[in-house]
Structures are given as C-alpha cells and as structure tokens.
C-alpha cells in the first residue's frame, strides 16, 4: 500500500504511506490517491479530509524521478516535445483529469475542505500538492520543511507550484523560493502565509482533527459551495465577485434546508443540525392582493427580512 485511506465520522484521512522512498508521487501512489480523491468527493457523508505523511521525514518529498527503463535520452526529448502539442485526451499537461479536469489527478481541487498535516519535507511536487490540494495548512515545528526543489535542477516544473505560489504569497517571498530554492523551515513558512499554524510534531494530527471536527459540524452544502466560489471566482473584480456570491448564497436559501436550520437554530437558542438536505421545488406563490403588496414592499426596501 502506497497510501492508507480511512473514513471515519465524517473526515476522510489519506496518509502518504511510503516513507522509505521519502512519500513520493510514483505512479501507483498517484494512482490510489486519485482514487480517493475520487470517493471522498463522491461520498456525501464525508464533510472534510486531512492529508499527512507517514513517519516524521518526509509530508511528500516529490515526483519519482526515476526514467523509465529501456528509453534513451532521445527517446524522452521526443516524448517531452510530443506532450507539448499532442498531450493525450483526458489529461491535463499529460496527467489524467481525475476528479479535476482542471488541474489533473496529481493536484486537485476538490470542493470540500482538505487540512493539511505537514509532518516532514514537502518538496517539488510534494509542495505542488500543498499548495493545490490544501486549503488549512498545519505544519510540524521540529520536521516540516518546504522547497520548490526545480529551480536548482534547471526546471520551472511540470506541476503548478511556481504558479501557485505566486497567487498564494507575497511576490519578494515567492521569488525567494523560486529563486534561490532553499528550504523554508515550518517558522518561516508561517511568517511568509504559506501554512497557517505551526505545532509541536505530536500535537500535529491532533491539531488537525480538531479542526476537521469542527468543519463537520458546519453547514456541508454551504462549505462546498464557499470553496468553489473562492477558487473558481475568488480572483475576479470585486462587483463580479460578489454578484456570484450572492447568486449562489440565494441558491443557497432557496433549495437547501441549511440556510433555514441555522436561522431557526439561532433564533431558537440551540446548536444547529445541518444535514445538506436539497429541498423539492414547490408551487408558485399565489399573487399578492394590493395590501400585501404594500407590505413586502415596505419590508423589501427596508432590507430586514
């Protein structure tokens, strides 16, 4: 087994489960991962996932590099330049799509909360996966390290690192990884927003479920919907931005039981139970005599309802 992958109350928890070959992204790790990419994101009562490393060395610490066997240098500068102008169908940048048809089955993106337990080096593609993958990011203070790892080999890389990180940091601290490739320790990483906490290695997986529970206990639908909206929309102009923010938060409103459980759970003083439950189209509503009109019209234009 290259991965371990368990679900558990909610969370699914996918574990880099090859630490003599420093968690690496060979071809059947990439393989089962995307698999449980795949289901997590298929499974409706998984609400989050946690991706960690195992052992204390290595989060993920890149591509297996190792050429194919029986292929001359040639052979493999031909296949490069094919994969620019002829990449094959299904894939992205000759990965497959996966559950991302985006950004392929190496580094998806799926729409439900994905914590990061950084518990080594995450290099090269390790750190691609971090920065694609991830969206809460806890990070190991005696182990976690993080490098771009290509610069210094002569590449800028297959994978979408270097565009990652320049959209994700600052531009002086993106330039500097790039740049310079040096690693990056877990106390600058947190200094420079590249993770967002940094705790002692064995309170790691219990920082990071304590968070995953209580992503749980949201609204699933909602969280769903607020990450596909940051990421798809997150860089538009503010006013369009917010124009499909308020699209789909009506969306929201009108065809899911959440929205109308957590009002009704706060007006009533009480914890809210949020299911994702979708609600049934129902009838018109019947035309509104003079005086209602009058009514809604008074509550609508005073914005309170």
């Not at 946690?50 to 297996?64: A, D, K, P, Q, Y």
């Not at 240098?73 to 169908?89: K, M, N, S, V």
């Amino acid at each position: 087994m290259t991965i371990t992958y368990e679900k558990r109350d909610g969370v699914a928890y996918i574990t880099l489960a090859n630490p003599d070959k420093a968690n690496i992204l060979d071809k059947p790790t990439s393989d089962a991962i995307s698999e449980a990419w795949t289901d997590l994101w298929e499974d409706r009562d998984i609400r989050c996932a946690i991706l960690t490393g195992e052992g204390n060395r290595h989060f993920c610490g890149g591509h297996n590099l190792a050429p194919w066997p029986d292929l001359t240098e040639d052979d493999r500068e031909y296949l490069r330049t094919q994969r620019i102008f002829w990449p094959l169908a299904g894939t992205v940048h000759g990965q497959k799509t996966g559950v991302d048809g985006r950004m392929g089955d190496h580094y998806p993106r799926v729409w439900k909360p994905v914590i990061a337990a950084v518990n080594g080096w995450a290099a090269g593609a390790g750190l691609y996966v971090l920065l694609a993958s991830t969206d809460i990011r806890i990070a190991s203070e005696e182990h976690a390290r993080f490098k771009f790892a290509l610069t210094s080999q002569g590449w800028l890389g297959h994978g979408p690192g270097a565009s990652l990180l320049i959209k994700q940091l600052r531009y002086i601290d993106a330039m500097k990884m790039l740049l310079t490739d040096e690693p990056v320790d877990a106390g600058e990483a947190l200094r420079i927003g590249l993770i967002n906490e940094v705790v002692p290695h064995p309170q790691l997986m219990e920082r990071a479920e304590k968070i995953a529970r209580q992503i749980v206990k949201m609204p699933p639908v909602a969280l769903r919907m607020m990450k596909e909206f940051v990421v798809r929309f997150g860089d538009l102009p503010t006013d369009q931005a917010w124009h499909i923010q308020n699209l789909i938060n009506s969306l929201l409103i009108q065809v899911t039981m959440d929205g109308h459980e957590g009002r009704q759970a706060f007006n009533e003083k009480r914890p809210p139970n949020f299911t994702g439950t979708l609600r049934k189209r129902g009838e018109p509503w019947e035309e509104p005599t003079d005086e209602k009109k009058a009514k809604l019209d008074e509550a609508y234009r005073s914005g309170e309802f």
